[in-house]
């Protein structure tokens, strides 16, 4: 078993697609349409899906906002150079919630960003998060 995707539902998708491929530098995999139903999918990822889990934003006709709740925390990312990857978010538009640096308690390197609905997209730096890994 492994996991395919994490499924956001989003306000807009354009828009989202937009942040994940500009901000994030992920890559449009694919799209799709459902009238009967009115939704669109959109998978996003760094890899095939084939290859590697993705993200699936989902946008219900007419949903321009959804309360987040408080049993999601968040998406993460590994990144090579966590420092450079803030600053790469913030000249892209990004918002960064919590800049790069220790975690309380801890060694690992990790920041914060928001994507544009406000879902927390954590950045792990790589080194760390192949140690956490225990690889």
């Known amino acids: 078993m492994r996991i395919l995707h994490t ?3 989003v306000g807009n998708l354009e828009r989202s697609i937009k942040f994940y491929q500009d901000v994030l530098e992920m890559r449009l995999l694919r799209t799709s ?3 009967e139903y009115k939704y669109s999918l959109a998978f996003l990822g760094y890899a095939d899906e084939d ?3 993705v993200l699936e934003l989902t946008y219900n006709w ?7 709740g408080t049993a999601y925390g968040h998406i993460a990312i590994g990144v090579d150079d ?3 990857t803030c600053e790469a978010v ?4 990004g918002k960064v919630t919590r800049e790069a640096g220790p975690v309380k308690g801890g060694t690992t390197v990790i920041a ?7 879902y927390k997209i ?4 790589n080194k760390h998060a192949k140690a956490a890994l225990g690889n």
């Open 7 to 9: 499924m956001l539902r």
């Open 33 to 35: 349409e459902n009238p």
């Open 51 to 53: 290859e590697s889990a």
């Open 62 to 68: 007419g949903v321009e906002q959804y309360e987040l």
């Open 82 to 84: 966590i420092y450079a």
């Open 90 to 93: 913030k000249k892209a538009g």
């Open 112 to 118: 914060f960003v928001e994507d544009p609905d406000g």
């Open 122 to 125: 954590e950045f792990i730096e």
